[in-house]
């Protein structure tokens, strides 16, 4: 009895090591959102232009990308080819211009092209609070239902979109 | 070419300390005096070598030879020669240089002033003070060379974080790490009575002058820390409970448990296993905390670069001392002869109280710090913040300081509730009546105030109560006895009362701080309780390697005027800025003012300010320095240097109650 006492110490350590040999494997920089598995925050922006804008309902009915983008950003040239590959190939993917004067996004979208399906104006950034938003480029999918299934913080690369979001989506599409 | 010395200087230390792992160890099993001698000479032969490969270190800084890599990485021309100096320290590399020098110079210590030590007990402990060397040297030379160089050189390098550019980061690191390097003599002590199978009185009046050692420069360390963070952070703020901090604490609260327990161990000869747990615990979580950050398990504000290779050199050199340590403790701990025994209420009994709850206090804060981990490891990210630890820490924490106070009343062997119960009614009774007092004055009063005061007037009065007992013998006060008090007793009730003034500081900032943010512009005044602050002007500044704002304030309070001047950095080199708070001090509080960007107010452009009142705010550093003076003190009693007697009678009680 009095050797298993003394054993403890040794025995706790053990299965320390082995929690902290786990944690060894994960990046401690990886941030998840607050908002996996949960429905989209509600919002009903403007567009950058008269008429455009869109409200969380818009996302219902089909998976999607949500991209929140700037033309003040300096990682969204370098993501923007993917994202008009993606809308290419049939993915409907959303823009939230964040704190940006339409202008500028409009001007920006004439240059390099537009691959939204509609584009919502958050010119005073409330909604990306809501998001959770920490720099732009961010990218949300969400399901069906609206609900935001996951998301990548930085530019989406080619690697990304073909080994992980496009199953993702297209899992999403089988989905009931 | 002084990279060059200091890298062969580096690799020499290695395989000199691979030596005194191995012979000395040898010479104690075999009984051989050449072997055990050799271990004494490697010790600080080692200690010669790392001198010189991080004078080398420093000498390259010095000369700016930026085709050093880590002097590139973190020197830059026009910064002062000071802070090139201090960068040494201030990078990865650099610090694990600085961490195996203070390991090598605890071992040249240990080989230099153990003459009184038992011969095999020391070579044991040398030997076992190299293996870690050994690992460390390796971890360096294999996975952090300082000393590499880079092709072609840059003609000027990138500067050392400006946050860091400070006087604080001069002394800061390397204190931190004699104290946990410290505990590394304190462990192989333990590592070595387990393998002799001997822990008696002898071996902790020799364990416990180390762990003071290692024990005060930790404290000032994390004072100047705290200090530091509150200055030059710019947001008021004195501890964080990050990881960081955290790691320094752990070892902090376990090495005051041990420093306690030892002391059990040396007069009354029981407790000689716990105190051994202690020993290995401390310095494992010395480790944990130098080294976790390095890692990339945890993330903090203080992370080095990340690496995982490292990551798994470290663990592995965790398990590899730890593992070993406790595998051997549960293998010989069970033999060792456990002295007297002591009654329920007695000073022993005391000890072990404040032992358990100073555990219990690490275990709070070690789940808090790493339950991020655990729970990344099934998947989940968390982060636990200052919520968790003020509703666990504080309930701990105040038992544990009430304690404080009984603890050096107590009699050894055997005490009564009643006896003890009449030395402490009246001192209990003025506690509560000033600290309550003090509460009422100071604001609308909270329970926590007054828990708070209370505990801290009572920790105060603990060090008088202890000078009192110690001067009033049977027959009165008298001055012999004063004169007589030994300075151990001294640095007991400075440290004591050290404690009690941090308490006052932190019970002070934690109720009745106060802050205000606001656009201000040149002329305007605002108030802050009873301050009242106008900011007079703003203008720039030129400094050696940054560019300031800089914005003057006149503070009132009462009719006392002080004028401060609150600044913000921006250091081109490195593209960083770093704020400079404008700090009022007095005895009864600081006024702290801190500027933040140009932004437009409802009447034009202004500064943003931030006003802090910050009632007692010194008083948690100076207690943190009383407690370190304390600490000296109990360190420079000459009967730590009389070496302890071969036999002495464990249970003799003593005349005078000593400590």
């Known amino acids: 009895m009095k050797r298993l006492l003394f054993l403890l110490p040794v025995l706790a350590f053990v299965g320390l090591i082995a929690i902290f040999g786990v944690g060894l494997t994960k990046d401690p920089k990886e941030l998840p959102s607050m908002l996996i598995d949960k429905p989209m925050p509600q919002f009903a922006l403007p567009g950058i232009e008269a008429g455009g804008g869109f409200a969380t309902a818009a996302l219902r009915g089909q998976p999607a990308l949500v991209n929140v983008f700037a033309s003040w950003c300096a990682a969204c040239p370098q993501e923007h080819p993917v994202l008009t590959r993606i809308a290419g190939e049939g993915y409907p993917v959303f823009g939230i211009a964040w704190k940006d004067q339409p202008a500028d996004a409009r001007d920006w979208l004439a240059r390099l092209g537009n691959p939204y399906k509609a584009i919502a104006s958050d010119l005073s950034g409330r909604v990306a609070i809501d998001l959770g938003v920490t720099g732009a480029p961010e990218t949300f999918v969400t399901d069906k239902a609206g609900r935001v299934r996951y998301k990548i913080v930085g530019p989406i690369s080619p690697e990304a979109w073909e080994g992980e979001i496009k199953p993702l989506m297209d899992r999403l599409r089988a989905e009931a | ?659």
């Open chain 2, 1 to 659: 070419m002084f990279a060059e010395i200091g890298q062969f200087a580096l690799i020499l230390a290695l395989f000199v300390a691979a030596a005194q792992a191995v012979l000395p160890m040898a010479g104690a099993v075999r009984g051989d005096a050449a072997l055990m001698a050799f271990g004494r000479s490697a010790a600080e032969l080692q200690a010669l070598l790392l001198l010189t490969a991080f004078a080398m270190l420093m000498i390259c800084f010095g000369r700016a030879d930026f085709s050093v890599a880590l002097v590139a990485d973190h020197a830059a021309l026009d910064q002062p020669l000071p802070y090139r100096l201090a960068a040494t320290w201030g990078s990865h590399e650099g610090s694990m240089l600085l961490w195996v020098l203070i390991l090598a110079l605890y071992g040249a210590g240990l080989a230099r002033f153990g003459d009184n030590l038992r011969a095999s007990l020391q070579a044991r402990v040398l030997s076992v003070q190299a293996m870690i060397s050994v690992a460390f040297l390796a971890f360096s030379i294999l996975t952090s060379n300082p000393f590499a160089r880079l092709d072609p050189a840059p003609p000027d390098g990138a500067e050392l974080n400006p946050l860091l550019q400070d006087p604080g980061l001069v002394f800061h690191p390397p204190l931190l790490y004699l104290g946990y390097v410290g505990f590394s003599v304190a462990f192989s002590f333990a590592v070595a009575a387990l393998l002799e199978g001997r822990a008696d009185a002898a071996w902790a009046r020799w364990v416990r002058p180390w762990v003071l050692a290692a024990w005060v420069p930790l404290t000032c360390g994390i004072t100047l820390g705290s200090f530091w963070a509150y200055y030059e952070l710019g947001w008021g703020g004195w501890w964080f409970w990050d990881p960081v901090e955290n790691a320094s604490l752990m070892p902090w609260l376990l090495g005051t448990a041990l420093l306690h327990s030892a002391i059990v161990t040396e007069k009354r000869g029981s407790l000689a296993g716990w105190t051994i747990l202690l020993a290995i615990l401390t310095f494992s979580l010395s480790l944990i905390g130098t080294f976790l950050v390095r890692s990339g398990i945890l993330t903090s504000v203080h992370a080095f670069a990340v690496d995982p290779t490292r990551g798994v050199f470290i663990l592995a050199m965790i398990v590899g001392a730890t593992g070993s340590a406790l595998a051997l403790f549960a293998l010989r701990a069970p033999q060792l002869k456990s002295g007297a025994m002591f009654g329920a209420v007695s000073r022993e009994a005391g000890l072990t109280i404040n032992n358990l709850l100073l555990m219990a206090v690490t275990a709070v804060v070690f789940l808090g710090t790493f339950y991020p981990v655990v729970m990344e490891a099934v998947g989940k990210k968390i982060s636990v913040g200052p919520p968790y630890y003020n509703l666990v820490f504080t309930p701990l924490a105040v038992p544990l300081l009430l304690m404080v106070t009984v603890g050096p009343l107590l009699a050894w062997k055997r005490d009564s509730l009643g006896v003890l119960a009449r030395k402490l009614r009246l001192p209990a009774l003025l506690a509560v009546v000033v600290g309550g007092g003090i509460a009422f004055a100071a604001g609308p009063v909270t329970a926590a105030a007054v828990v708070g005061f209370t505990t801290a007037f009572w920790l105060i009065l603990g060090g008088v109560m202890i000078f009192a007992r110690r001067w009033t013998g049977a027959g009165g006060f008298s001055w012999r006895l004063v004169r007589t008090t030994p300075v151990a007793v001294i640095g007991m009730a400075l440290a004591h009362s050290g404690l009690g003034v941090t308490t006052a500081g932190v019970t002070a900032m934690s109720c009745f701080a106060a802050s205000k943010i606001l656009v201000m512009r040149p002329g305007e005044t605002t108030s802050l309780g009873p301050m009242s602050v106008t900011l007079a002007r703003v203008h720039e500044l030129e400094g050696v390697n940054y560019q300031a704002l800089a914005a003057e304030f006149s503070v009132r309070e009462g009719s006392r005027i002080i004028h401060l001047q609150s600044s913000r950095r921006f250091y081109p080199v490195s593209r960083n800025q770093t704020t400079e708070a404008g700090i009022g001090t007095s005895l009864f509080g600081n006024s702290y003012i801190a500027i933040g960007d140009t932004q437009q107010g409802p009447g034009g452009d202004g500064l943003v300010v931030r006003i802090y009142r910050h009632p007692l705010a010194g008083w948690i550093w100076f207690g943190g320095l009383l407690m370190a003076l304390g600490g000296a003190a109990s360190l420079a009693d000459r009967r730590f240097r009389i070496g302890a007697p071969a036999l002495r009678p464990a249970a003799s009680p003593s005349a005078v109650p000593a400590e």
